[in-house]
């Protein structure tokens, strides 16, 4: 069973790595192309938060997500590309993050330059970032020095690919963090254009 779970690890590892080498490159190429379908922002979020229980649960870590009411339930956009933009985030943070902590998700509504915008936000209680790698973590094959940082082995695009799909949404992404305290990603999407709007 050892041997198995070992094995099981290993590929998933694998796996994860040859899909964020395989969308790097469509998304290099302008090949990568966003869906315009239902979806429900809500249970997005639940469904990852669920995908990623036992991932937290392993390190004796709590999660929550704070969804402001004026949110709107249903939208039009990429479901699987908006899944895969929370699941790194989150699953970034419970790496980073030690034993009863807590990874929070937040969403509201914002106004950026007189437009309407969602805001996601994926809060740890992590080791933190320091000031001057916060621009650092969006770059390919980046990674943020230290020892706890290279015991998770990566391709280091896992974050690349993530700025890369919010501004293919027409949004942006950045780090707020502090060593010691934790990280808040957040990105925001449009949600009077495309292809993030309200379905009527």
Known sequence: Q??????HKSADSLLAI??????????EAGKLSLEHTPLNLHDLIEDVQ?????????????????IYSDVPVN??????????VLTNLLSNAIKFTETDGTITVGLENVNENTHDMLKFSVQDTGIGIPSDQCELVFESFRQVDGS???????TGLGLAITRQLVELHGG?????????????FAFVFPRDGEPLIEDS
């Open 75 to 84: 939208l039009l956009g990429d479901p699987l590309r908006i899944r895969q």
């Open 18 to 27: 040859i899909n964020d080498i395989l969308d790097f490159s469509k998304i």
């Open 50 to 66: 669920t995908l990623l229980a036992p991932m937290a649960q392993d390190r004796g870590l709590e999660q929550a997500a704070i």
């Open 172 to 184: 942006r992404i950045w780090v707020e963090s502090e060593v010691g305290i934790g990280s808040t």
């Open 148 to 154: 706890h940082t290279r015991a998770h082995q990566g």
């Open 2 to 7: 050892d041997y198995l779970g070992t094995i």
